[in-house]
């Protein structure tokens, strides 16, 4: 049977180009979590007034991928040192946030969060949060999937097209 796992790491268009690459996972939805407006856009979250992270919700088959195995790939994307900011990216919308779905999601989320902050990987504290999932908003079409539709793998390939 088939879970989800969602993950806020900054701009989510690189979160879900990495996903995709995880044998095991079967779908991928970028979209809206964490915030008070009902069905957000783009520019509702862009606006910082509703408090939403950019997130990636991940669909997986347990039995092909585990969830450690995606929490290895969440952590290996982004610094979770930054709060509110991801690369060039800025907003509380680029937070780093795990949304869990049930208590096992919740034990293995908060375990490798204390492993990674007592590795001294990092010489600043993780500031990822870890929360309970709430209602996810899918984005708009032209957000899913869109660096392998422009045939790029990261964000910096994208942003360089778009100035």
Known sequence: MEKKATFGAGCFWGVEAAFRQIEGVTATEVGYEGGTLENPTYRDVCSHTTGHAEVVEVTYDPDRVS??????AFWAKHN????NRQGWDFGNQ???VIFFHDEEQR?????SKAELEASGR???RIATLVE???????AED??????EKRGRS?????LAETV
């Open 67 to 72: 969830y450690d195995e995606l929490l290895d």
């Open 80 to 83: 979770p040192t930054h709060r």
């Open 94 to 96: 680029y937070r780093s």
């Open 107 to 111: 034990a293995a989320a908060e375990r």
């Open 122 to 124: 990092y010489r600043r």
């Open 132 to 138: 309970p999932a709430q209602t996810f908003y899918p």
């Open 142 to 147: 032209y957000h899913q999937q869109y660096l």
């Open 154 to 158: 990261s964000c910096t390939a994208a």
